[in-house]
């Protein structure tokens, strides 16, 4: 039987929030990436900052060494900035598909970490997983990867290696509280309203619900996530949460679908097969393995 830690299910909740994102940015218009990330990235900022309301020494979290800010920051802001010059540079489909490159990154690299190891379950789990993206972009469009676009799916890869470098090293910074978080996107914030300003023109929410979707992804997929995210990969299984976040853009086609905005198709079916294969296989590496933490975590 599978046994999963409470982190490693925190870290889960991350994943499935990280689902919704594509249904709400559709659902919040024509806002521009960086105006977009500043309005969100402050709202999820203040969700944790309201935690200390019950919890005020979490404030104490905020003073940590320069080198834990650079990695918060950098990896926070800098994974977006990345993944946005490459939506704007290269085809999405092909960009993002070099994005989720991260997932299979993380598990490969996971053995670097001390008292990890490399599992052949994990890493054939994480090939199930990516197979089930691509079977999931080619059934959208044809992929072509063109000379020309170069900038953009270097900058599409260089996300895709920050990401994976910023969940390693917050495992390996244990011992920084998550409500340091909360300092990381308000920093975030900051840096995307700077670039909004140098670089886009100024889009505000025509109607009520664009604002509340703005609203849900600050405080879920844009805020919580990350506070869930960095739990999980501090205290949980953090090949198996490599694994399992190949199922994010499957559960977020899923759920375009049940809301009316794509199509049920063959792909998707065989899509969802390869990634809960994948998630089950590397999940029986959890279940020999060692606990990367006390269970109680």
Same mark, same amino acid.
């Given at each position: ?27 919040? $218009? ?28 979490? +404030? ?7 080198? +834990?800010?650079?990695? $918060? ?78 900038? $953009? ?78 739990? $999980? ?65």
């Amino acid at each position: 039987m599978v046994v999963l830690t409470g982190a490693t299910r925190v870290g889960l909740g991350a994943i499935a929030l990280w689902s919704l994102l594509a249904a709400l940015t559709a659902a919040s $218009g024509k806002v521009p990436p960086f105006q977009l990330a500043a309005m969100t990235f402050a709202l999820g900022g203040l969700l944790g900052c309201a935690s200390w309301i019950v919890k005020p020494a979490g +404030v104490a979290a905020l003073r940590q060494p320069w080198r +834990v800010w650079l990695v $918060g920051v950098s990896g926070l802001f800098g994974y977006h900035a990345l993944y946005f010059a490459a939506l704007r540079i290269a085809p999405p489909a092909e960009a993002g598909l070099i994005n989720y490159l991260w997932p299979l990154l993380i598990v490969l690299f996971a053995a670097l970490l001390p008292g990890e190891k490399l599992r052949s379950a994990q890493i054939l789990g994480a090939i199930f997983g990516f197979a089930g993206v691509l079977v999931l972009i080619f059934s959208k469009q044809d992929l072509s990867f063109s000379g020309a676009y170069v900038p $953009g799916y270097l900058a599409a890869l260089g996300a895709a290696v920050i990401w994976a470098i910023y969940s390693l090293l917050s495992r390996a910074l244990g011992t920084v509280p998550t409500d340091a978080v909360a300092g990381f996107c308000l920093a975030t914030s900051v840096l995307s309203a700077l670039c909004h300003i140098a670089f886009e023109e100024t889009v505000w929410p025509a109607f009520w619900w664009q604002w509340l979707a703005i609203v849900v992804l600050g405080v879920g997929p844009l805020g919580a996530a990350f506070y869930c995210w960095d739990i $999980g990969v501090k205290r949980g299984d953090i090949g198996f949460l490599g694994v399992a976040a190949y199922a994010t853009p499957v559960i977020s086609t899923l759920l375009l679908v049940v809301f009316g905005f794509a199509e049920a198709t063959i792909s998707l079916a065989v899509a969802c097969a390869l990634i809960v294969a994948g998630a089950f296989i590397a999940s029986l590496a959890t279940s020999r393995g060692r606990p990367s933490r006390s269970p109680q975590s």
